[in-house]
């Protein structure tokens, strides 16, 4: 596929870009090799291939979820509140974002 200059001047008005006269001709040939990468890779035949989120076979390694702070009083969720804009019975009020 071969792009033609109009082609590539309506390509940039959609992308809402400017492109002077003297730049069409560079950015016409980078969209042509852009073009020709992908039909060569549209020749390649994948049938069998798997498709994978991933260049590797990785898991993530996770930790354990413990509990690294303590309250033994209960009194950290009473001064945590203290400094909140909003707090009611125990919970932080927050503006309604959804209706």
Known sequence: ???????VERIAQ??????????LLTARQQLNGI?????????VDTTGVEP????????????EDEVTHHDE???ARARFQTVAPEA??????VPKVIE
């Open 73 to 75: 009083d209960g009194t």
């Open 1 to 7: 596929m071969s792009l033609t200059p109009s082609e």
């Open 52 to 63: 994978m989120a991933h260049a590797q076979d990785v898991s993530q390694r996770l930790r």
């Open 88 to 93: 009611e019975n125990g919970l932080y009020l």
């Open 14 to 23: 959609l992308a809402r870009l400017e492109i002077a006269p003297a730049e």
């Open 35 to 43: 073009f020709s990468l992908i039909e060569a890779l549209q020749a």
